[in-house]
């Protein structure tokens, strides 16, 4: 049974930081594109970053300099360290492994306020 699990979301202060993790299980990891997502209220799902098992990564160009995607693949998790954060990074993040098939986790809401 395949499942993404992610943790750490939360209120946070606009210039504060937190960090997503994600745990997989169900599927061999590191075959697969781990990758972070978000949704705001009346928006569409957009990338956030996403990474290799060899190492590559993409990011969203918003985000460039403040988020840094890694993963262990010893652990079967996926980190979405998150710095420097403002208001119009809240949204819902979401996991995703992508392969032939893809998984989606449920989601964690990420609110950036005073």
């Known amino acids: 049974q395949v499942q993404l699990v992610e943790s750490g979301g939360g209120l946070v202060q606009p210039g504060g930081s937190l960090r997503l993790s994600c745990v997989a299980s169900?599927?061999?990891?590191?075959?697969?594109?781990m990758g972070w997502y978000r949704q705001a209220p009346g928006k569409q799902r957009e990338l956030v970053a996403n990474a290799t098992a060899d190492g590559m990564t993409n990011y969203l160009d918003s985000v460039k300099g403040r988020f840094t995607i890694s993963r262990d693949d010893v652990k079967n998790t996926v980190y979405l360290q998150m710095t420097s954060l403002k208001p119009e990074d809240t949204a819902v993040y979401y996991c995703?492994?992508?392969?032939?098939?893809?998984?989606w986790g449920q989601g964690t809401q990420v609110t950036v306020s005073s």
């Open positions: 995703r492994a992508k392969r032939w098939l893809e998984y």
């Open positions: 169900g599927f061999t990891f590191t075959n697969y594109v």
